[in-house]
């Protein structure tokens, strides 16, 4: 596949996907993170779009092996795993956002459904900065199922509802923990709320109905980080 | 102005600002929530797009009165103000996404500089999911001046630095608090720095060197909404 966008392809040369080669225009070619890599220097802008199928590309793009998926039963294999799960979100800006704060938040990877879910495309890679390079992405056929056996592995399944009582502070974040999104507008499906163990919503204290699922995600990830810290309560 | 999306424009009509006409495609002008409105049916998707200038429409649009800044001295003298500073921020998405987290927050308001930052737009007032209708944002003519008033009432300023060695749950956001964050890439100018009492950092315990603007805008945020709640640390 090709991937565009500077972080993207820089993150593609730095994780574990074969790079075939990369393009670039002149310009970009000569910045210190590609001196490592072959560079075929690219004429024009809309030579390098047509290259990769989008305007989105700031000057250069590369083509990778196609995206490993990871193994779902692994990542519950991992010691104390912090785990994202996401019913059904569909916007690969998204998916995309999401990985990428996921990423930074040290989570030992997402869970994605195979229907009705953005997949890791070029434009998920760009959106995700290249996080989705180093961050394990699985896809599970029904994810009710992977959270009923993250919990049959002693995982807490907690749900993201934006009318549920409890703050995700008041919850035990720690240990083998799977936080579980929905897409903006539909959340959550019912099936998926009977597999949570608990249900948590961030305070909305203005007038707007919800956040964006990437905003709850970040509150969310930073939120466990904070309880996972050393020195947390200190 | 002219301002476009499902969500934009029911906070619009729900909002202090003049709505003077809506139009929508016949589907959307059904919706429960246009009800009260006074709807001029549009033929075709096209027409709305002309109309408004983007494809983004979601079917409805209306013109609406000039967005009207808040006065940031004023936001000021609110009780314990919780404040979002943006130095420099340009991408309208950003400035968006973190005015919809600002509001569901509970934020008091949002302050931005005049020069080289995304304004209040209809593409930021789309992305903010209407949220901009309901927040107050200042303009400021200098960030650093702005912080310095708001330290001289008693606020406390805490900027965002990527290589702060302070997490933000180590430091105090009840009371009187700005949050103050630069655009991608470049961080906080040194000026903002030294205007600020505190520097804060949001541990990546992955690859990726940085978070995006708004998923640390929204972690910031809801770390504060945790320690402003009467319950916290309970």
């Known amino acids: 596949m090709i991937v ?29 993170w590609l001196e490592a890599a072959t560079v075929t220097v690219c004429g024009t802008a809309a030579e390098l779009a047509s290259l990769c199928g989008s305007e989105d590309h700031q000057g250069v793009c590369a083509d990778v092996a196609e995206f490993s998926y990871a193994d779902a039963p692994a990542l519950l294999d991992r010691p104390d795993p912090l785990i994202v799960a996401l019913d059904q979100v569909q916007d690969p800006q998204n998916l995309g956002a999401i990985a990428r704060t996921a ?18 495309t070029a434009a998920v890679c760009k959106a995700s900065a290249g ?14 199922d992977f959270l009923g056996e993250a919990k049959a592995q ?7 509802a934006a009318d549920a009582p409890t703050a995700p502070h ?10 579980v999104l929905g897409s903006e507008g539909k959340g959550l499906r019912p099936r998926v709320v009977a597999s949570c163990d608990t249900l948590i919503a961030l305070p909305l204290l203005g007038r707007i109905e919800s956040l964006n699922v990437g905003a709850a995600a970040a509150a969310l990830l930073y939120e466990a980080v904070r309880q996972r810290a050393p020195a947390a309560g200190t």
Chains 1, 2 share one sequence.
């Open 4 to 32: 565009y966008g500077r972080n993207a392809v820089r993150e593609a040369l730095r994780g574990p996907r074969a790079v075939a080669r990369v393009w670039a225009l002149a310009r970009a070619a000569r910045e210190p």
């Open 103 to 120: 990423e930074c938040a040290g989570a030992t990877g997402l869970v994605i459904g195979e229907r009705r879910s953005a997949e890791v």
């Open 131 to 144: 996080a989705v390079e180093h961050l394990p992405v699985a896809r599970v056929r029904n994810l009710s």
């Open 154 to 160: 002693g995982c807490w399944c907690h749900g993201a």
């Open 170 to 179: 008041a919850v035990d974040l720690t240990g083998s923990a799977v936080l």
